[in-house]
């Protein structure tokens, strides 16, 4: 029953708008912007779309907005909200509704103008009570409690750490998209100021401006659009806790179990995906989601990481756009992942174009380390 879905339904369509330090625009015109150019991109117009999957800082009521600003009318939405992981459980409730009937063309999406109205990474979400008394700095103080366990307890450094930085650097730098490009090295990662120790500023995520879009329909629809086809293989999620406080173990995520699910539904291996696309809003994040997506041992991903082995040209292609660290991240970084993979499986990543590129991983990550859910998409040669 689980692989009912695989091959189903397809990514159409992608867009994305004012992607770094953008004033004058508002969260959703950043979307808007987004929205029409992944409709345009499908060979769709605006009225064909009956669905709508948003989730927003901005707005309350986000499928309410996005729908009322579009002119929209749709026959089903979803506005759950998981943090940075939202929009990868977009894809998987909207293939449901697409598979089941209750809509023909569903759009997902998300706008910011974090960085132009605010300009700082601060929480978006309601303080917990449990740690007030600590004046926590959230998320970064989340991060690097996680960070400080997993160097204790599996002998994780700072410097490779560091190597999730550079490498991310070393992919943007492929990307004229990119919020932040040129040289980094360890030492530059290492020597820049401490935020949340063992976490230095080029540790943590960027904060910019963009809006982002996919649309998503039938896969017997989608042969018939003018783009390739990004076929949804398969989809999984799990979230164990709210608070960094009741994480049961600080080095292990929620993503052992997404990762799992998701790997049964789409019918791949390990050794089948070509490309990773992690939610790395910090360095640890992407350590984390190595081990415990299955891509090398638990306390290993330290050593996993180091001399390149996820940079342009090492023997894992990871975040391929930049990341979370080097090429954008609007606040809630999720859909920019899919965005990203849907350009690698079409061949239209330029100079970060993989040579082989027919299966993308992209694993979504909301709150502190909370929310994890993980997806898997395929060309045609992976159906």
Known sequence: MTKSLRGKVAIAGVGSF?????????????????????????????????????????????????????GLKPTFVGGANVGGASFEMHVVEAALALEQGLCNAALICYGSNQRSAGGRLVSMAEPQWQEQPYRFRMPINGYSLAAARHMHQYGTTREMLAEVAVAARGWANLNPEAFERGPLTIDDVLSSRMVADPLTLRDCCLVTDGGG???????????????????????????????ITEMPDLTITAATESGTRAFEMAGVKHDDIDLLMLYDAFTINTILFLEDLGFCPKGEGGRFVQNGTIAPGGKLAVNTNGGGLSCMHPGMYGLFLIIEAARQLRNEAGERQLKKADIALCHGNGGVLSSQVTTIFGTENAL
Not at 232 to 242: D, E, I, P, S, T
Request: hydrophobic share 50%; proline share 5%; aromatic share 8%.
């Open 213 to 243: 879009a996919i649309v998503m329909v039938r896969a017997d629809r989608a042969r018939d659009l003018p783009q390739k086809p990004v076929y949804f293989l398969g989809g999984g999620m799990a979230q164990w806790h709210r608070s």
């Open 18 to 70: 004012n992607v770094g330090n953008v004033p004058g625009f508002s969260a959703i015109e950043n979307l808007g912007g987004a929205a029409l150019r992944a409709i345009a991109d499908a060979g769709l117009k605006v009225s064909d779309i009956d669905a709508v999957f948003s989730a927003s800082s901005a707005h309350a009521f986000p499928t309410l907005s996005v729908c009322e600003y579009l």
